[in-house]
C-alpha cells in the first residue's frame, strides 16, 4: 500500500478512560496531566483532513505516517516528543476467547516498541513531494513475525504516554464523478468494465422491479402472475439488457437446505424470463436467508424478544412447531425472489440484415431522413455490443458534415467512445468539430461538457476550468434538463475540491463542499450516485455526510451491496450505535449479501480490512464468530 493511500485511507478513534498495565521502557500514563491535555487540544484543533497512520510492511517494518509535514512540525516541537506503537495480534480474538468490555482502554493491549524521538523522527524522515511525511520507528519483534497485526499510535513526552489512540480503515480515495454519461437519442451510461477493457455498457429507457411468491418447500411460482405483468407492460416490445434476481428463503430450517432452495427458485425465474428472451445477456443472482424482513416482520409481536438472539438459537426456536405454525403468516411472506430488469425498446430494424442495414442507411442519409438513419445506426450500435458485429463497423456508415446531420455525428461519436474506437481527447476533439455545424446543439454541447471532466481531472488542460463553467451555464438555454446540469455541478465542485484540497485550501474546498450538499437534494440519485458522493464525502471527512445520505436505503432488501457495506464501515466509527436497528439491519443486509466480504471487514486496517481490533466489541464478535468460520 502507497504511504498516501494508507495515510489517506485511515481514520481514528480515541482511547479514553486510561487504565494501565504494567509498560516497557519505562513509560508511564501520563494522560490525564497537563501537558497531554494541552497535547490533545492540540490535536483535536487540527484540520480534520490532516491524518495519522501507522503501517507494517511485509519485511516487518513499522512506519509512522502524516499527510502534513506542517502539522507534524507543529505537534513534535522539541526533542523530548517520540512515537511509540502497540503491536496487536489477531489471536488474542479467537471465537473461543470472551470479548473484554468495548470501554476497556487497558494498556498494552498487545506488545509496545521503543519510542522514535523527534532526532530520529527526523533523521528517518521520508518526505514525499507533497508535503508527507513516512518515517520508520522500528521493526515487528521476531515473536510477532507472520501473525496478523495492527499497530495503535502512542505520542510520548519524555516517558509520559500523553496520546493514544487505534485505527478505523475506511475506503476514503476510491472516488469517482458522478456519472454523467454522454447524450446519443437518450443519455448513454457505460456499466462497468471487462478484463479487456472494452466498456460493456448498455442502452435502456426503463428500469423495472417485480416480487414473485414461492410456497414454503416450493419452487414453483404462480406464472400465470408473470404472463399477465408482462402482458400489461408488453413486454413483446422490449428487449431485456440486464437482469438481477435476489432469491430469498424464509429463516427457518436447515441453511443448507434453504441455500439449495433458493439456487433452484433462481433458476427457475431465470428461465421464465429465458422463454421471452432465450439469450440474456447480463445475469446477476443473489441468494439469501431472509433474515431482514424476519426481524421487521416480528418487531411488533410476541416473538420481538428474538432479535436479541443468534441466528442458530432461532432455528432451533422454529424446531417448535407451535412456534414455527404461530409465525407461519410471517414466514410466507419471506419466501420470494426480488427481479430488476433494465429494458430497451427493440430496434424496428432489428430483423434486418447486416449488409441491408447499410443499404437502408445510405438511403436514409440521401433522403436525409435522419431519425431513419439514426435507428439503422442504433441497431448497428447494439450488433457490436452483442458481438454479432466487429467495432470497426460504424466507419462503413457515412454522413455529411452538415447541420442537418450533426445530431446523426454526435451519436456516432458517443458510440464510438463507449466501444473504445475513441479516446477522450480524441472524442472532445470531433465534438468540437461537430460543435461548429450546429453550436446551439444542447446535446453536443453536453457531450463536450462531460468529457471536459476527464480532461480537467487527467490535468491535460490548466484553462479548462473556467471554460466548463461557463458552458455548463449554458446548457439550460439549449434544452438540457435541469437536473443533467445539476449533476454536471456537482462533479465541476468535486474537482474544484480536489484542486483547493491539493494547495491546502481549505477554506475554498469547504465552499464547494457546501455547495454540492445542497445540490445533491435537488436531484434523483440511485444508489450508485449515492455510494459515490458517500465515497467523496468521506474522502474530505465529512462522514456524517455521508451517513445521512445513504442511511434512508439501509433496511431495504433491495438495495446496492456497496452502499451496505459502506453504511457498515461508516457506522464503525460509532460503538454507541452498534445495538441501534439502523446497524443490526445493516449488518443483517451486508451478511446475506456477500458473508465472505463481511468478515473481511475485520482483517488488519492496514491489510484491507476495517479493523481486527474492532471484534473487541462483543455486538460484532458475536456476527463474526457467527460468520465467519468458514472463512
Same mark, same amino acid.
Given at each position: 500500500?502507497?504511504?498516501?493511500?494508507?495515510?489517506?485511507?485511515?481514520?481514528?478513534?480515541?482511547?479514553?478512560?486510561?487504565?494501565?498495565?504494567?509498560?516497557?521502557?519505562?513509560?508511564?500514563?501520563?494522560?490525564?496531566?497537563?501537558?497531554?491535555?494541552?497535547?490533545?487540544?492540540?490535536?483535536?484543533?487540527?484540520?480534520?483532513?490532516?491524518?495519522?497512520?501507522?503501517?507494517?510492511? /511485509?519485511?516487518?517494518?513499522?512506519? #509512522?505516517?502524516?499527510?502534513? &509535514?506542517?502539522? %507534524? $512540525?507543529?505537534? @513534535?516541537?522539541?526533542? *523530548?516528543?517520540?512515537?511509540?506503537?502497540?503491536?496487536?495480534?489477531?489471536?488474542?480474538?479467537?471465537?473461543?476467547?470472551?470479548?473484554?468490555?468495548?470501554?476497556?482502554?487497558?494498556?498494552?493491549?498487545?506488545?509496545?516498541?521503543?519510542?522514535?524521538?523527534?532526532?530520529?523522527?527526523?533523521?528517518?524522515?521520508?518526505?514525499?513531494?507533497?508535503?508527507?511525511?513516512?518515517?520508520?520507528?522500528?521493526?515487528?519483534?521476531?515473536?510477532?513475525?507472520?501473525?496478523?497485526?495492527?499497530?495503535?499510535?502512542?505520542?510520548?513526552?519524555?516517558?509520559?504516554?500523553?496520546?493514544?489512540?487505534?485505527?478505523?480503515?475506511?475506503?476514503?480515495?476510491?472516488?469517482?464523478?458522478?456519472?454523467?454519461?454522454?447524450?446519443?437519442?437518450?443519455?448513454?451510461?457505460?456499466?462497468?468494465?471487462?478484463? /479487456?477493457?472494452?466498456?460493456?455498457? #448498455?442502452?435502456?429507457?426503463? &428500469?423495472?422491479? %417485480? $416480487?414473485?411468491? @414461492?410456497?414454503?418447500? *416450493?419452487?414453483?411460482?404462480?406464472?400465470?402472475?408473470?404472463?399477465?405483468?408482462?402482458?400489461?407492460?408488453?413486454?413483446?416490445?422490449?428487449?431485456?439488457?440486464?437482469?438481477?434476481?435476489?432469491?430469498?428463503?424464509?429463516?427457518?430450517?436447515?441453511?443448507?437446505?434453504?441455500?439449495?432452495?433458493?439456487?433452484?427458485?433462481?433458476?427457475?425465474?431465470?428461465?421464465?424470463?429465458?422463454?421471452?428472451?432465450?439469450?440474456?445477456?447480463?445475469?446477476?443472482?443473489?441468494?439469501?436467508?431472509?433474515?431482514?424482513?424476519?426481524?421487521?416482520?416480528?418487531?411488533?409481536?410476541?416473538?420481538?424478544?428474538?432479535?436479541?438472539?443468534?441466528?442458530?438459537?432461532?432455528?432451533?426456536?422454529?424446531?417448535?412447531?407451535?412456534?414455527?405454525?404461530?409465525?407461519?403468516?410471517?414466514?410466507?411472506?419471506?419466501?420470494?425472489?426480488?427481479?430488476?430488469?433494465?429494458?430497451?425498446?427493440?430496434?424496428?430494424?432489428?430483423?434486418?440484415?447486416?449488409?441491408?442495414?447499410?443499404?437502408?442507411?445510405?438511403?436514409?442519409?440521401?433522403?436525409?431522413?435522419?431519425?431513419?438513419?439514426?435507428?439503422?445506426?442504433?441497431?448497428?450500435?447494439?450488433?457490436?455490443?452483442?458481438?454479432?458485429?466487429?467495432?470497426?463497423?460504424?466507419?462503413?456508415?457515412?454522413?455529411?458534415?452538415?447541420?442537418?446531420?450533426?445530431?446523426?455525428?454526435?451519436?456516432?461519436?458517443?458510440?464510438?467512445?463507449?466501444?473504445?474506437?475513441?479516446?477522450?481527447?480524441?472524442?472532445?476533439?470531433?465534438?468540437?468539430?461537430?460543435?461548429?455545424?450546429?453550436?446551439?446543439?444542447?446535446?453536443?454541447?453536453?457531450?463536450?461538457?462531460?468529457?471536459?471532466?476527464?480532461?480537467?481531472?487527467?490535468?491535460?488542460?490548466?484553462?479548462?476550468?473556467?471554460?466548463?463553467?461557463?458552458?455548463?451555464?449554458?446548457?439550460?438555454?439549449?434544452?438540457?434538463?435541469?437536473?443533467?446540469?445539476?449533476?454536471?455541478?456537482?462533479?465541476?465542485?468535486?474537482?474544484?475540491?480536489?484542486?483547493?484540497?491539493?494547495?491546502?485550501?481549505?477554506?475554498?474546498?469547504?465552499?464547494?463542499?457546501?455547495?454540492?450538499?445542497?445540490?445533491?437534494?435537488?436531484?434523483?440519485?440511485?444508489?450508485?450516485?449515492?455510494?459515490?458522493?458517500?465515497?467523496?464525502?468521506?474522502?474530505?471527512?465529512?462522514?456524517?455526510?455521508?451517513?445521512?445520505?445513504?442511511?434512508?436505503?439501509?433496511?431495504?432488501?433491495?438495495?446496492?451491496?456497496?452502499?451496505?457495506?459502506?453504511?457498515?464501515?461508516?457506522?464503525?466509527?460509532?460503538?454507541?450505535?452498534?445495538?441501534?436497528?439502523?446497524?443490526?439491519?445493516?449488518?443483517?443486509?451486508?451478511?446475506?449479501?456477500?458473508?465472505?466480504?463481511?468478515?473481511?471487514?475485520?482483517?488488519?486496517?492496514?491489510?484491507?480490512?476495517?479493523?481486527?481490533?474492532?471484534?473487541?466489541?462483543?455486538?460484532?464478535?458475536?456476527?463474526?464468530?457467527?460468520?465467519?468460520?468458514?472463512?
Amino acid at each position: 500500500m502507497s504511504t498516501k493511500a494508507s495515510i489517506l485511507s485511515i481514520l481514528f478513534l480515541i482511547v479514553t478512560n486510561p487504565i494501565f498495565t504494567q509498560l516497557p521502557f519505562n513509560l508511564v500514563d501520563a494522560r490525564a496531566e497537563k501537558p497531554a491535555k494541552i497535547l490533545n487540544v492540540l490535536i483535536s484543533n487540527k484540520p480534520i483532513e490532516v491524518l495519522f497512520g501507522i503501517d507494517i510492511e /511485509d519485511d516487518g517494518s513499522v512506519y #509512522f505516517s502524516m499527510n502534513n &509535514k506542517l502539522w %507534524f $512540525e507543529k505537534i @513534535f516541537k522539541d526533542n *523530548s516528543y517520540g512515537v511509540a506503537v502497540d503491536l496487536v495480534s489477531k489471536d488474542k480474538y479467537t471465537c473461543n476467547i470472551t470479548s473484554r468490555k468495548s470501554n476497556s482502554s487497558a494498556l498494552p493491549k498487545g506488545k509496545v516498541i521503543r519510542p522514535t524521538y523527534l532526532k530520529d523522527l527526523i533523521k528517518n524522515n521520508d518526505e514525499l513531494a507533497d508535503g508527507e511525511v513516512k518515517i520508520k520507528i522500528g521493526q515487528v519483534p521476531s515473536d510477532l513475525k507472520r501473525k496478523q497485526l495492527e499497530g495503535n499510535l502512542i505520542i510520548v513526552i519524555g516517558n509520559d504516554i500523553c496520546y493514544y489512540t487505534n485505527f478505523v480503515n475506511i475506503d476514503r480515495n476510491v472516488w469517482e464523478l458522478l456519472p454523467m454519461g454522454l447524450f446519443a437519442d437518450t443519455v448513454i451510461l457505460n456499466n462497468k468494465i471487462s478484463s /479487456d477493457s472494452i466498456q460493456d455498457f #448498455f442502452i435502456y429507457s426503463k &428500469k423495472i422491479k %417485480f $416480487e414473485i411468491a @414461492f410456497e414454503k418447500g *416450493s419452487v414453483r411460482f404462480d406464472k400465470a402472475y408473470l404472463a399477465k405483468f408482462f402482458d400489461a407492460m408488453d413486454i413483446q416490445k422490449y428487449s431485456i439488457k440486464e437482469v438481477e434476481i435476489r432469491a430469498y428463503s424464509s429463516v427457518d430450517g436447515s441453511e443448507k437446505v434453504n441455500k439449495g432452495l433458493m439456487d433452484k427458485r433462481a433458476s427457475m425465474v431465470l428461465d421464465a424470463l429465458k422463454k421471452d428472451q432465450p439469450k440474456l445477456p447480463r445475469v446477476k443472482i443473489i441468494t439469501a436467508e431472509n433474515w431482514l424482513d424476519f426481524f421487521k416482520d416480528i418487531e411488533d409481536t410476541g416473538f420481538s424478544n428474538f432479535k436479541e438472539l443468534s441466528k442458530l438459537e432461532i432455528k432451533q426456536k422454529l424446531t417448535d412447531k407451535s412456534i414455527l405454525n404461530t409465525l407461519e403468516p410471517i414466514l410466507s411472506k419471506e419466501r420470494k425472489a426480488i427481479v430488476e430488469m433494465y429494458i430497451e425498446t427493440k430496434s424496428p430494424v432489428a430483423s434486418k440484415s447486416d449488409n441491408q442495414l447499410l443499404a437502408d442507411f445510405k438511403t436514409a442519409v440521401s433522403n436525409k431522413k435522419t431519425t431513419k438513419a439514426a435507428e439503422i445506426q442504433k441497431e448497428i450500435l447494439s450488433r457490436i455490443m452483442d458481438n454479432k458485429l466487429p467495432i470497426n463497423y460504424l466507419d462503413k456508415t457515412e454522413v455529411p458534415k452538415t447541420k442537418a446531420f450533426s445530431t446523426l455525428l454526435s451519436d456516432r461519436e458517443v458510440y464510438k467512445y463507449f466501444l473504445k474506437s475513441t479516446t477522450e481527447y480524441e472524442a472532445l476533439v470531433h465534438f468540437l468539430e461537430i460543435q461548429k455545424l450546429d453550436p446551439q446543439n444542447g446535446k453536443i454541447n453536453y457531450n463536450i461538457c462531460a468529457l471536459r471532466f476527464f480532461m480537467w481531472k487527467n490535468g491535460e488542460d490548466s484553462t479548462i476550468q473556467e471554460i466548463l463553467l461557463k458552458e455548463i451555464l449554458e446548457l439550460p438555454g439549449q434544452n438540457i434538463d435541469n437536473a443533467l446540469v445539476k449533476r454536471l455541478l456537482i462533479n465541476y465542485n468535486i474537482l474544484k475540491c480536489e484542486e483547493d484540497m491539493a494547495q491546502f485550501n481549505y477554506e475554498d474546498k469547504d465552499t464547494s463542499l457546501y455547495y454540492i450538499r445542497t445540490l445533491y437534494y435537488e436531484i434523483a440519485l440511485n444508489d450508485e450516485d449515492i455510494f459515490s458522493l458517500a465515497k467523496y464525502f468521506t474522502y474530505y471527512s465529512h462522514a456524517d455526510w455521508a451517513e445521512e445520505i445513504v442511511q434512508p436505503r439501509i433496511g431495504q432488501i433491495d438495495v446496492n451491496e456497496d452502499l451496505v457495506f459502506y453504511y457498515v464501515n461508516l457506522q464503525f466509527y460509532h460503538p454507541d450505535n452498534y445495538k441501534s436497528k439502523n446497524f443490526k439491519s445493516s449488518i443483517l443486509n451486508a451478511i446475506n449479501l456477500n458473508p465472505k466480504r463481511f468478515c473481511n471487514f475485520f482483517l488488519p486496517n492496514d491489510k484491507g480490512g476495517a479493523g481486527m481490533q474492532l471484534l473487541d466489541y462483543p455486538e460484532l464478535k458475536e456476527k463474526y464468530c457467527e460468520t465467519c468460520t468458514p472463512y
